[in-house]
């Protein structure tokens, strides 16, 4: 099955650069180009990605609110990754909470861009805990609760799904947390989706922004 990639990005030439290391490979391919936030919707309505590289920073619509827009008007949106040219930049803290499902830094190698479409097409999240703990820390703990919850949503946790939602905030993967915790994987797989309820978040990564928000988990 071919990954069907949408790329939005104001540089024509950073396009051309991206849909050339995309469509050389053989499950890969560019459908279609955007140079603003505004014209998402419309591209990704007609042309159904599996999953759009959306640039952090564009003059029109920002990759933040187009991001925001989809996965709140879309019953099924595509993988969203922000592409950035600085991993601190604020603006992929606010991408992430606003449900994007990890980002990328321009400079990037070709096999890295390759292997992050592949992994948030088949449903992982690209967590980087370094460059989170880091916009999380300068960022500051907001002390509410996600969802708008009412309760502290960390005492509905279990002792084991704050170890696991610990772990994931180190970028483990399930397989490395299961080692780790000395269960299955399929049990990992089973806490990560309670965690990810419990907090009524999209995704790992969401879920890690909105430990270290809350500080349940603090940085450094």
């Known amino acids: 099955m071919t990954i069907k990639v949408l790329l939005v990005d104001d540089?024509?030439?950073?396009?051309?650069?991206?849909?050339?290391?995309?469509?050389?490979?053989?499950?890969?391919?560019?459908?279609?180009?955007?140079?603003?936030?505004?014209?998402?919707?419309?591209?990704?309505?007609?042309?159904?990605?599996?999953?759009?590289?959306?640039?952090?920073?564009?003059?029109?619509?920002?990759?933040?609110?187009?991001?925001?827009?989809?996965?709140?008007?879309?019953?099924?949106?595509?993988?969203?990754?922000?592409?950035?040219?600085?991993?601190?930049?604020?603006?992929?803290?606010?991408a992430l909470k606003a449900g994007a499902h990890g980002f990328l830094l321009k400079r990037a190698r070709p096999e890295e861009i390759l292997q992050a479409i592949r992994m948030v097409a088949h449903g992982d999240s690209l967590l980087f805990p370094a460059?989170?703990?880091?916009?999380?820390?300068?960022?500051?703990?907001?002390?509410?609760?996600?969802g708008g919850a009412g309760a502290r949503w960390h005492e509905r946790l279990t002792e084991r799904e704050g170890d696991v939602l610990r772990l994931m905030a180190k970028g483990r993967s399930n397989a490395e947390i299961a080692e780790e915790l000395f269960v299955s994987p399929q049990t990992v797989k089973t806490h990560v989706g309670n965690i990810l309820a419990k907090l009524q978040a999209r995704d790992r990564t969401q879920a890690v922004i909105l430990a270290y928000e809350t500080s349940f988990i603090t940085p450094g």
């Open 131 to 146: 460059a989170i703990r880091e916009l999380a820390a300068r960022h500051g703990a907001s002390g509410g609760t996600p």
């Open 11 to 94: 540089e024509r030439l950073i396009r051309a650069g991206l849909a050339a290391i995309i469509d050389a490979e053989a499950d890969l391919a560019v459908v279609g180009e955007a140079a603003d936030g505004a014209e998402v919707p419309g591209q990704v309505n007609r042309l159904r990605p599996d999953v759009v590289l959306m640039d952090v920073r564009m003059p029109r619509l920002d990759g933040i609110q187009a991001t925001r827009h989809l996965l709140e008007s879309m019953a099924e949106p595509p993988r969203i990754i922000v592409v950035t040219t600085f991993e601190n930049d604020e603006y992929v803290y606010d």
